[in-house]
């Protein structure tokens, strides 16, 4: 079960293809920016770092696992990292050399914690994601090294582009899972600007000027009444109450809450 092919899903005819050559993932119109990617861990030494970063991929919507000749997998540590993210383990696949990882690809990307000899065309998360985007449908490899040394000088030449992660200079180390969330949320905001989430519908209609203004009326007399607010000498009292509860857009449901509250004080007042 741990090698199985990726997610393809277009169809017989594509897993038919698939199977003869499992490199191929078939685009189709209904391919989105996601569907695209394959997140590829090369000579990964730590199991649960496998793990993490398939639940990291799972938050962001991606599912394509590639691991680069990994020291330990399947392992329980991956498993136990992974937390509901299973299904991105279970169809992870396993290859024996980069080659393998990037039969299929059109576009390589490697990232890259430092600055290299000979000057690379370099991009942020964001950059990176931005500018896929703009392009049509296509394989997309993102090559994450090994904890202790990254992606070598041979592995960098293969990409395209690097992508630097901007960390703090004093302390810019980075865990694998921890890389691996940050450019597939820099891939899935990209993603939502064409498959934008529904707005939440709000739970009561708002507040109209004519109960706003009666509200401000209650405010204004119950402080009054409590002696908080002195009419012959009213200073800008009302005025900075008007501007703070103006920052917030109130609905009919909290305006007659406020003032069931301005009421109850005046009762107690009496």
């Known amino acids: 079960m741990w090698e199985a092919l990726p997610r393809i899903g277009v169809g017989w005819v594509s897993v038919w293809l698939a199977t003869r050559n499992p490199g191929l993932c078939i685009l189709t119109e209904d391919t989105t920016l996601i569907d695209n990617i394959r997140i590829v861990l090369v000579n990964t030494s730590h199991p ?15 599912s394509r696992l590639y691991l680069v000749q990994p020291k330990q997998f399947p392992a329980e540590q991956a498993v136990f990292r992974a937390s509901n993210a299973l299904d ?4 992870a696949t ?7 990882a990037l039969d299929g690809v059109s576009l390589v990307v490697g990232t890259s914690a430092r600055n290299r000899r000979i000057p690379w ?4 998360p964001r950059e990176f994601a931005e500018s896929l985007a703009t392009q049509g449908p296509r394989e997309v490899a993102v090559l994450f090294g090994r904890e202790d040394r990254g992606l070598t000088n041979h592995e960098l030449q293969r990409c395209s582009a690097h992508i630097h992660i901007p960390t703090d200079e004093a302390y810019s180390s ?12 820099e891939l899935r905001l990209a993603w939502l600007q064409d498959n934008p989430v529904p707005e939440q519908q ?10 706003k203004e009666r509200f401000y009326t209650h405010l204004e007399q119950t ?7 002195d009419p012959k000498a009213p200073r800008q009292l009302m005025t900075r109450l008007r501007r703070l509860f103006g920052r917030v857009d109130l609905d009919e449901m909290e305006v007659n809450i406020l003032r069931g ?9 009496r």
């Open 223 to 229: 402080l009054v009444d409590l002696q908080f607010l």
């Open 94 to 100: 396993v290859c024996e050399s980069l080659d393998e």
């Open 121 to 124: 065309p370099l991009q942020t």
């Open 261 to 269: 509250i301005l009421t109850a004080a005046q009762q107690t007042k």
């Open 174 to 185: 980075l865990n694998i899972a921890m890389a691996v969330q940050v450019i597939c949320y």
């Open 88 to 91: 991105i383990l279970d169809q």
């Open 202 to 211: 709000w739970d009561a209609p708002w507040a109209n000027e004519a109960d």
């Open 48 to 62: 649960g770092n496998i793990g993490a970063a398939a639940r990291a991929m799972k938050n962001m919507g991606l």
